[in-house]
């Protein structure tokens, strides 16, 4: 048989998770984010579950083509536009609308020869420091995309950096509202947190890591606050136990040192599966859907669960590392992450190639 970890993908969940995105912005409409293979998910699995959505945002030209491969017919944002002048011309067959936020991309459309104008989303650097026209250029980012024959429908789109944070989005809309005064288009400015916390709306909202069932703005607040369910559960099994002595240590390193008689649950899951090496001695997990704690440090193709408290658990033994356990049981991914420092979507968009990915029968 082969080995027994494997992820789930939860289509309903997801499907879930973009409703309560429309519920916080009825009269919006809603880009599902896909990029990274939908956080990891896989666009041909996340598909049913997301299709709901107004359109699809994403960076690659190869998943926009995966989409209209599966019948996407609807509207396509590439959130960095195109990195060379050529893309362009396959924005013109597959219909995408794409963003602009450097001179270079201005010029390589108004050399781009086209029957058919362009959507373009003009992106303003509110504050975030990555892309787009700062407020005092883009004004005249505006006019120069307004001249061309190859644009048809400027929109204008910002992204918020602390829109999960104590500093908020107040700075950065007072300076994208100061520059786009008057401006004809449509406005897309939320993100997950913005849309959850803020409840910033406009034309179009972002839904990102929300779909995915991660809080943006965890620890404080977890998708139980949110009414956001899992969507992808890594699951494994116990292959072997062993009894500690007070005083036995485990694994490399010898990083855990048993304080009393114990037993340990030899689990099928390592750093080499995408679980984080990171992960240190009390990291959550769950044995036959009850929770319990790792121990010690996490090996490529091992890792150790204390069996302490569950004298029924042994080798076959279900092991949940995140998602959904037995008996409605859920470990949130947010807790996992925090453990190894880091946020849940690295461990969506890390589960390795070699691990079993597929829809969940639920």
């Not at 409409?29 to 990029?35: E, G, L, S, T």
């Not at 040192?257 to 990171?278: E, F, N, Q, S």
């Not at 929770?291 to 033994?317: Q, Y």
Request: proline share 6%.
């Amino acid at each position: 048989m082969p080995r027994p970890i494997e992820a789930l993908v939860h289509v309903p969940a997801l499907a879930h998770n973009l409703q309560r995105a429309r519920a916080q912005a009825p009269d919006a409409r809603v880009w599902a984010v896909v990029k990274a293979n939908a956080y990891g998910h896989g666009i041909e699995r996340a598909y049913d579950g997301l299709r709901g959505a107004d359109g699809f945002a994403l960076l690659d030209l190869d998943e926009a083509e995966r989409l209209r491969t599966l019948g996407w017919r609807g509207p396509i944002l590439l959130l960095e536009g195109v990195f060379e002048p050529r893309d362009l011309e396959l924005c013109s067959r597959l219909d995408l609308w794409h963003a602009v936020h450097c001179d270079e991309q201005i010029d390589w459309l108004a050399a781009h020869k086209t029957h058919r104008p362009h959507r373009v989303f003009l992106k303003m650097n509110s504050g975030m420091n990555r892309l787009g026209f700062t407020p005092a250029a883009f004004r005249g980012a505006w006019a120069r995309l307004g001249a061309l024959p190859q644009v048809d429908e400027i929109s204008a789109i910002t992204h918020f950096s602390d829109a999960d944070g104590p500093r908020g989005i107040a700075h950065q809309i007072a300076a994208f509202e100061a520059a786009t005064q008057d401006l004809p288009g449509e406005r897309c400015l939320s993100n997950s947190a913005a849309l959850l916390r803020h409840g910033v709306k406009n034309d179009w909202v972002r839904a990102g890591i929300l779909l995915y069932g991660s809080a943006p703005d965890f620890p404080e607040h977890d998708i139980a606050h949110w009414d956001l369910q899992p969507t992808m559960t890594l699951r494994s099994r116990i292959i072997a136990t062993q009894t500690l002595a007070a005083g036995d240590t485990v694994g490399y390193g010898s990083s855990f040192t048993a304080p009393g008689p114990m037993r340990v649950g030899i689990v099928a899951c390592g750093y080499a599966d995408g679980y984080p090496r990171l992960c240190p001695t009390g990291t959550p997990a769950l044995v036959n859907g009850r929770r319990t704690r790792t121990i010690g440090r996490v090996s490529m193709d091992m890792l150790e669960v204390d069996l302490s408290e569950l004298p029924d658990a042994g080798i076959g033994s279900e092991v949940t590392l995140w998602g959904r356990g037995p008996g409605g049981s859920v470990l949130p991914i947010d807790e996992v992450a925090r453990a190894a420092g880091t946020i849940g979507y690295e461990l969506m968009c890390a589960v390795a190639p070699r691990v079993t990915m597929r829809v969940a029968e639920d």
